[in-house]
């Protein structure tokens, strides 16, 4: 019998937080499925390649993933003060690292716009409408970052995703 009063005094004393990460679990699980079966629907819908959409899925999941580490540790009864120095103080570190590379955030929000609204996709011939240097060319790749494409004189040229989204671009008809 005393045996078992440790496991049983675990189980009282934690029961809620057990019960409450597995409904977390679930919802995490629940969310990550709604969130593929969106972004896929999309990505059939707006004709985005497979690579792009994973890009994507991989994206949100990290989002996801940080929400539910968060949710898990409030349920657990860490102070809410005490989360918010320790996620103040991962934020000033990243904040710290990419200071410089702040364009790297901004280039992966492009990505993720350009995914759900841009009217363009790999393979569509445009023009990009610049005084100093207008180009026509294929999009042969958009990653989360950059965006390929090639110019009829087979020139590769790689632009991120941010300057790409504030461009002019003109989608040429196909022949």
Not at 5 to 20: A, E, K, R, T, V
Not at 89 to 112: D, E, M, P
């Amino acid at each position: 019998m005393e045996e078992n009063m440790p496991s049983s005094f675990i189980m009282d004393d934690y029961l809620q937080q057990i019960i409450g990460t597995v409904i977390a679990i679930l919802i995490l699980w629940l969310s990550k499925y709604l969130a593929n079966k969106l972004i896929n629907s999309y990505g059939v819908k707006l004709r985005k390649t497979e690579i792009r959409r994973k890009q994507i899925k991989q994206l949100i999941s990290i989002l996801l993933n940080i929400l539910f580490i968060i949710l898990v540790a409030v349920i657990w009864g860490v102070q809410t003060r005490n989360l918010f120095v320790a996620m103040s103080s991962i934020f000033a570190v990243i904040g710290v690292a990419l200071f410089a590379q702040w364009s790297v955030l901004s280039n992966v929000t492009a990505g993720i716009v350009m995914y759900f609204s841009a009217p363009y996709r790999v393979g569509d011939h445009i023009r990009i409408i610049d005084k100093n240097a207008p180009i026509e060319a294929v999009i042969e790749n958009i990653q989360t970052f950059y965006t390929h494409i090639r110019t009829y004189d087979n020139e590769l040229i790689v632009i991120p995703n941010t300057l790409f989204l504030q461009k002019i671009v003109s989608i040429k008809e196909q022949p």
